[in-house]
């Protein structure tokens, strides 16, 4: 049985018989999250880019739990130099199995760069494979004709979203996502932590109609899949 838990934001805990990740741990500074970074405990670290909302905590969590920082190449050589316990280079298109499951690092149109303003490489987002469930985490994302190719290629269970605007896809753009993607369940992420980001989940529920199911969840909610 997996479980999903939102803490806000982009920040999602995947849990299965064999491990934890947690993916954009922004937990400190996010006026969303009750949960504090030295309570989590997890076996691995996704981090889609570098910009502080997304990276959040995630050092924190590696050195805690002596767990691998997974992400793009210059992302994590910048995360082992400030003191991450572990890291997991990848690439675009790479692939690699870990010991809860297999993680391929696919496109993100955005931009990335560390808080203290280092270049961290491409942004990505990530194709989660755990338990036979294929897991799709956008990061932040313009739409893009790549997500009707990651459709084809794979069987998409649960796709993460976001539906901010403003730095990334709105409710629109993330619903044309969904038609592109057809995934089983969507669920939407990275809106109302910021004023730039306010928008209405429900709004893109609307816009989804029938082409997926929809999951809005509370921040904090943990469901099982």
Not at 46 to 60: F, N, P, R
Not at 64 to 87: H, S
Not at 123 to 149: H, V, W
Not at 157 to 184: N, Q, R, S
Request: charged share 20%; glycine share 10%.
């Amino acid at each position: 049985m997996l479980k999903i838990t939102y803490f806000g934001h982009s920040c999602f805990l995947i849990e299965g018989n064999q491990g934890k990740v947690i993916i954009d741990p922004f937990l400190s500074g996010n006026p969303h999250v009750k949960v504090k970074p030295e309570e989590i405990v997890v076996d691995a670290i996704l981090v889609s880019h570098g910009h502080q909302d997304h990276l959040g905590d995630a050092i924190e969590i590696s050195k805690k739990n002596k767990a691998p920082i997974i992400g793009i190449f210059e992302l994590v050589r910048y995360c082992e130099k400030n003191g991450a316990t572990l890291t997991k280079e990848m690439n675009i298109g790479g692939s690699a199995n870990y010991n809860f499951g297999e993680v391929t690092l696919i496109p993100a149109l955005h931009s990335s760069s560390a808080p203290d303003g280092t270049y961290t490489g491409s942004p990505c987002g990530f194709i989660i494979q755990m338990e036979r469930k294929n897991f799709y985490f956008a990061g932040d994302t313009g739409l893009s004709m790549e997500m009707k190719l990651t459709g084809e290629l794979y069987n998409i269970d649960v796709a993460f979203l976001p539906i901010g605007g403003h730095y990334t896809m709105g409710p629109a753009d993330a619903a044309t996502a969904v038609e592109f993607l057809k995934p089983k369940l969507a669920i939407p992420m990275h809106y109302n932590t910021f004023p730039e980001i306010k928008q209405d989940p429900a709004d893109f529920e609307d816009k989804v109609g029938d082409l997926a199911k929809v999951k809005v969840m509370a921040f904090g909610e943990t469901f099982e899949l």
